[in-house]
Every structure is written in structure tokens, then in C-alpha cells.
């Protein structure tokens, strides 16, 4: 499909739609009366167009649904959208982004139910790491119950040192003994058994109670989170909080934000994991304090992977988003000086 013109700028289009195309991007050029004038068969693909011929109602179609116009990227002018673009009894859940040009402007489309490649990648590197905070969490709960019987059983022995050794060893303390070790080894069996299905993920959607999954979350921090002497509250209601979708999934994400936010917050600051129910759905809420760094408040809402450095928390907070947007919810992001900085989540409420 040849829909820019020849000139200095062909070559230019032609590399940066084959750069797209590779990397399942949908590309738009749009001239500065805002119409396109260039789109790849990606492009065409997710807005619905068969052809080239219907792709200037598509694109009026997309701008009138496209919402988040507050999403400008700081320090740039770039601006990022989400879109649910109907189609024949349909939806096309559309995520964008556009950027000024010379002549007009570029956009980028992604089906944001669709995890690519990298993004899986990120998962497995993601759940590796949650892995690591969940096995220190667990080593300390087994440690707390080993310890606890290991003393008891001296006790039982007549090691304690002092005169109670003798008493400590006989009737009625015997019984309580022995009864705080079998606790406690129950207590290492269940350990043992979070253990061993830490790393099993849930196939497919289920009825989620997110108060549940927002204490594991935190129990699954709270390690971490003593480590760099920071607070972390939990926030939840009585009622139910229920959505459906894939609980392994929407917990990396929570986990993901949670955990990029730890690692740059200062000591002494307070860290708050919060669920409850509003008007639009059903919401996640992690917020503290501090502020976005320049390379996460840069990268935030980027779409292309190439925006994102190796090895920074920037790759968490996009797998995050990923992984919101693809569970059919809401990533949404505010980070205010004074004010603190605050990922939100919002999933529909599950059908009673």
C-alpha cells in the first residue's frame, strides 16, 4: 500500500514502518490537515479496514472514541491514548500513541488484549523476581516455626538454663509444650505447601476477592519493605470486591507497581496497598508518598519497547500495564510534586 509520497520523506516512512511492522505495530502518518496519508496493513488490520478505502472513516471513528487525553507524556509532547473502537457487534481495544512530526504527526496502535513477546518475556523475568521476595517471606515464616520448636523441644529436655529447666519438663507445662510444637509444625506444612505452589499460575479467569489478593500481595512485601524501613499499610473493606479475570496475572501486576515503587522510595515513607469498589468498578490502589523518577515519568506511557531501559523499573510498571489492559482493565497513573505518587487499577465488577 502506497500511501506517502515519493520524496525525501519515502525512505524515512519505509524504515520506520518496516521497524513497526516487526514489531506488530500499527503505523499511521497523518498529514497536518489530519488525514492519513500513509498506513500499514498492521494499521489497517486493528482498525478493521479490509482495504485502504475505508481507512479516513476509520480514523474519524477512532479520534471520536479515543479517551485519556490527559496522558501527555512529561518533557515531550508525545500523547498516549486508549480506544475502544466498535466494529460489527465487536470491539477493538485499542492502545495509541502520537507524536508531532515535520509535517504532521505519527501514530502508533497496539491491541492492548494482546501480551507480545516481549511483554511474556518480562513476565517470566517478573515472576522470577516475585519468586525471590516470596521464598524470603516463606524461609522467615519456617525459620519463626523451626526456632519455636527447636526451644521447645530444649525445654522438654532440660536444657534451658536455670533453675526452671526441671520444671519446664514436667506437668501441666509438658502438655503446653507439646502442643505448641505440633502448632508449629502445622504452621511449617502450610509454609511448606505455599512453597511449593508459589510458582503455579491460575489457567484462565476466575472469581477474584481482591481484599484477598491485596493481603497476599502484602504479605508477599512485607520483607522487602523491613529491609529499606519502610511502612506498608493495608487498606480494605468488609464487603467483597470481586472481578473476574486471571489472578496470577492481575497479583504480578500489583506486584510489579509495588515493588518498583520500594525500591526508590525513601526510608521512614509508607507504602499503602488499598481495594475498593466505585462507580467505574472495582479498584486497586498502590500509593506513597514520593515521586516518579524522570526515566519512569518519561516512559510511562510509551507503547514501544524501545523506550523502555534494560534493567530499569520502567519495564515492571509497562508489564504492569500490559498485563491491566489485557485482563480488560485500567492502568492509570498520577505522580504529583507534594502530592505522592499513585497507580490505579480498575476491573469491572463480576457479575453476581
Known amino acids: 500500500m502506497e500511501r506517502f509520497a515519493a520524496g525525501a520523506g519515502a525512505p524515512v516512512c519505509a524504515a520506520l514502518d518496516a521497524l513497526a511492522t516487526r514489531m506488530g505495530l500499527g503505523l499511521l502518518l497523518i498529514d497536518r490537515q489530519g488525514h492519513p496519508r500513509f498506513c500499514n496493513r498492521t494499521a489497517l488490520d486493528l482498525l478493521g479496514c479490509g482495504e485502504a478505502d475505508g481507512l479516513d472513516e476509520r480514523w474519524a471513528e477512532l479520534q471520536a472514541v479515543s479517551i485519556s487525553t490527559d496522558t501527555r507524556a512529561a518533557g515531550g509532547a508525545s500523547l498516549a491514548f486508549t480506544a475502544d473502537l466498535p466494529q460489527n457487534g465487536s470491539i477493538r481495544f485499542l492502545r495509541g500513541e ?11 496502535l497496539k491491541d492492548r488484549r494482546n501480551l507480545g513477546e516481549l511483554d511474556l518475556e518480562l513476565l517470566c523475568a517478573s515472576r522470577m523476581r516475585e519468586w525471590i ?26 536444657q534451658w538454663p536455670g533453675s526452671m ?41 476466575v472469581d477474584i476477592d481482591l481484599r484477598d489478593l491485596v493481603h497476599e500481595t502484602a504479605a508477599t512485601l512485607r520483607m522487602p519493605a523491613r529491609r529499606r524501613r519502610i511502612g506498608l499499610d493495608v487498606q480494605v473493606g468488609d464487603r467483597p470486591l470481586r472481578i473476574r479475570s486471571n489472578r496470577a496475572r492481575v497479583r504480578q501486576a ?36 514520593g515521586e516518579l523518577s524522570g526515566s519512569d515519568r518519561a516512559g510511562i ?3 514501544l519497547p524501545a523506550e523502555f531501559a534494560a534493567g530499569s523499573s520502567t519495564d515492571s510498571l509497562r508489564l504492569a500495564r500490559a498485563i491491566v489492559e489485557f485482563e480488560a482493565g485500567e492502568f492509570q497513573v498520577r505522580s504529583e510534586a ?14 453476581a
Open 165 to 205: 529447666a526441671g520444671e519446664q519438663a514436667r506437668e501441666p507445662h509438658r502438655r503446653n509444650h507439646v502442643s505448641v510444637i505440633r502448632d508449629n509444625l502445622e504452621k511449617l506444612k502450610g509454609t511448606l505447601r505455599k512453597l511449593a505452589g508459589a510458582h503455579d499460575a491460575a489457567p484462565a479467569a
Open 98 to 108: 502520537s507524536r508531532p512530526t515535520d509535517d504532521g504527526q505519527e501514530v502508533f
Open 338 to 351: 507534594g502530592e505522592g505518587t499513585s497507580f490505579r487499577f480498575v476491573f469491572p465488577a463480576a457479575r
Open 301 to 303: 506511557y510509551r507503547i
Open 254 to 289: 500489583l506486584v510489579n507497581v509495588a515493588l518498583s515503587r520500594l525500591e526508590c522510595m525513601a526510608e521512614r515513607s509508607t507504602l499503602v496497598l488499598e481495594a475498593n469498589a466505585s462507580p467505574r468498578g472495582i479498584e486497586l490502589l498502590c500509593r506513597d508518598d
Open 133 to 158: 521476595h516470596q521464598c524470603d517471606a516463606l524461609v522467615h515464616d519456617a525459620n519463626g516455626a523451626v526456632n519455636t520448636i527447636q526451644l521447645t523441644l530444649e525445654l522438654l529436655d532440660g
